[in-house]
């Protein structure tokens, strides 16, 4: 494709710089003073949202890789927060938008995009983690409806959320990867309980749900009863891409260089210091590379190797990223929660904690690993042990 940056192009970038700092006064450290108007503002611009289509609640414009980079580094620069990024915009939006019936996409998108419902994700189950299709959550056919009976764990903000996307049997008699179908669930359907799990970030993000006899209208089946399979790798698809975005981890090397330029030890500037600066410059030629991949999947759809690599390549990073970040802040790193001498409100050390956690999950290190080399690169299936 042709990187000119055209004149048209050149005003662009000028329009997005007029806009961020217009306002400037509505976000600070990186963070929206209130996350939903500015998530409205965005979409009225079309800097979040951009090419969903205007009857669906977004911009309608036509998809611009230029432009997107543009705005992309713009944000970057300036220290701006970009979009609402959360399991409704970025894994269910893109789903319904390829599998949804009208009535769905009518419904559920624009109120998603502006963040006035939350959704949560019901795939892992105690027993169908690493083989989701394993999963035992049943929904019996009554009438029009289904009756949904089991669980859900490692649920993220099950208990914040409104709405939940999950995954229930409702083909007993199927092979299990043909017996699945992909269900909305309103949070506050009776029969629903979410109980919290609290991580070693200390907070509790994660959840474990209950379902007991919790109805359903049939209509909240997404892309076909039985298909639930097929949806649900749409929605993967578009979760591993959320992991991996590269400018979000391009945004964070950005804070991470600031901190490093302001933090010092016996005077001297941490970047000045020559092995901290060696780390830095690893990490940022390898948070390029992820920039120009993410760029490379972009504009080329039958990047099948490209694409399969980003949450793997994303979430290792951001660890790293958040790990020199914590060596930087020497004493300081080790602080934790609430404190006087906390740097950036003590994001680092919690994303040093999380981050560790994405490793794991939306589908480990070693399973994506082994996606990258089976279906990415041709190479025989891991043998099965017997009776596996």
């Not at 049943?138 to 208990?159: L, M, Y």
């Not at 080790?334 to 003590?346: I, M, N, S, T």
């Not at 050390?349 to 080399?373: C, E, H, P, S, V």
């Amino acid at each position: 494709m042709d990187l000119t940056l055209t004149p048209e192009l050149s005003a662009f970038r000028e329009e997005v710089r007029a806009f961020l700092a217009a306002h400037r006064g509505e976000y600070e450290a990186g963070q929206p003073k209130d996350p939903l108007a500015w998530q409205r503002l965005l979409i009225e611009h079309g800097y979040a949202a951009r090419t969903i289509p205007k009857a669906y609640g977004g911009f309608g414009a036509q998809p611009d890789i230029l432009k997107a980079r543009i705005i992309a580094e713009a944000f970057i620069a300036a220290g701006a927060p970009r979009g609402l990024a959360n399991q409704g915009i970025s894994m269910l939006v893109p789903t319904l938008l390829e599998v949804g019936s009208e009535d769905q996409k009518t419904r559920w998108i624009g109120p998603t995009l502006r963040g006035e419902v939350v959704w949560c994700q019901g795939y892992s189950e105690p027993g169908a983690g690493s083989d989701l299709a394993s999963l035992q959550t049943r929904a019996v056919e009554d009438g029009e409806d289904f009756v949904i009976s089991g669980s859900k764990i490692w649920t993220s903000t099950a208990h914040l959320a409104d709405m939940m996307f999950c995954l229930v049997r409702t083909e007993p008699d199927k092979p299990k990867h043909e017996g699945i179908s992909y269900v909305l669930i309103p949070m506050d359907t009776p029969g629903i309980e979410v109980r919290p799990l609290k991580t070693m970030t200390g907070y509790a993000e994660f959840n474990e749900v209950f379902f007991t006899d919790v109805r359903v209208p049939q209509a909240n089946v997404v892309g076909g009863r039985g298909r639930g399979w097929q949806v649900a790798n749409t929605t993967l698809k578009h979760e591993r891409g959320m992991l991996g975005d590269p400018n979000a981890t391009e945004a964070r090397l950005a804070a991470l260089i600031e901190l490093m330029k302001t933090e010092t030890v016996d005077g001297e500037r941490i970047i000045d210091n020559p092995v901290f600066r060696d780390r830095l410059m690893q990490l940022q030629a390898r948070v390029f590379a992820m920039k120009f991949n993410g760029l490379r999947v972009l504009t080329d759809e039958t990047a099948g190797l490209a694409r399969l690599i980003v949450k793997l390549q994303g979430c290792e990073l951001n660890h790293q990223v958040a790990a020199l970040a914590i060596d930087a802040l020497g004493e300081l790193g080790v602080l934790y929660h609430e404190g006087p001498h906390l740097r950036a409100k003590g994001s680092w050390q919690r994303n040093y904690m999380f981050d560790l956690g994405l490793i794991i999950g939306g589908g480990t290190a070693q399973i994506q690993k082994n996606i990258i080399a089976e279906r990415g690169l041709g190479l025989p299936r891991e043998p099965k042990t017997v009776g596996a």
